[in-house]
């Protein structure tokens, strides 16, 4: 059974700060996805990941897939209260199936 | 153009009942899929229609889960009998082919008591 650890499970931080947001699997995946989800609606692809040390930036936020794609960080710099929201990380291995982390609650305050 | 919708949006039942939810995916999207967050655990795969076919289903805890995608429109996922551990919110996912991005409904929260 491949497993997805989402660390830390809760984030509660000042705006202006930055955070970095871990995902990390003993199993390798073909691609890794970052998804926002707010209450009450379904998760949001943000990015998608596929080459082993890929780095991609989305405004503020920074992805990064690990070298032996196992692993990968999400990093927001200078949050704002508007980031607030629950960040989840998606393997996909093949066939369309994605196994989800259990996700990170991201709370930013004014 | 409309997302993916789910209907209900929640459903409160008693212990042996049945219930179907329902989920329309984008108009186009050929594969479907269903997931389920069971409260304080991770979002997990349920089950994949491409068009009318079910792609995979591994992911189904048991015979009383039932999907059906008739005429490859839209999907109904029905419990039968519900069972206290069904609660949790299940969402519904459409995407345009196998590996393309999946758009994700807002889900349905559903209660067993």
């Known amino acids: 059974t491949q497993l997805l650890e989402q660390s830390p499970q809760f984030l509660s931080i000042q705006e202006g700060e930055n955070l970095t947001v871990y995902c990390n699997s003993s199993?390798?995946?073909?691609?890794l996805q970052w998804y926002r989800q707010e209450p009450g609606e379904g998760p949001v692809l943000l990015v998608t990941?596929?080459?082993?040390?890929e780095v991609k930036k989305l405004k503020r936020l920074t992805f990064q897939f690990g070298d032996a794609r196992k692993d990968s960080s999400l990093h927001i710099t200078a949050a704002q209260p508007g980031d607030t929201g629950l960040y989840l990380c998606?393997?996909?291995?093949?066939?369309?199936?994605?196994?989800f982390g259990k996700g990170t609650m991201l709370l930013v305050s004014p | 153009e409309a997302g993916v919708t789910q209907f209900p949006s929640h459903s409160v039942i008693e212990k042996g009942q049945t219930v179907t939810l329902r989920c329309d995916p984008i108009?186009?999207?050929?594969?479907l899929y269903w997931y389920r967050r069971v409260m304080g655990k991770e979002i997990k795969f349920l089950l994949h229609f491409v068009k009318e076919s079910k792609q995979d289903e591994s992911g189904m805890p048991n015979n009383r889960f039932l999907a059906e995608r008739t005429g490859g429109t839209y999907s109904t996922l029905k419990v039968q009998p519900a069972e206290l551990e069904d609660s949790g919110v299940y969402f519904c996912?459409?995407?345009w082919g196998t590996g393309y991005e999946q758009f994700f409904g807002p889900g349905t929260r559903l209660t067993v008591l």
């Open positions: 199993s390798v995946f073909s691609s």
């Open positions: 996912a459409s995407s």
């Open positions: 990941v596929v080459t082993g040390g």
């Open positions: 998606a393997g996909e291995s093949g066939y369309s199936t994605l196994t």
């Open positions: 108009s186009g999207h050929d594969n």
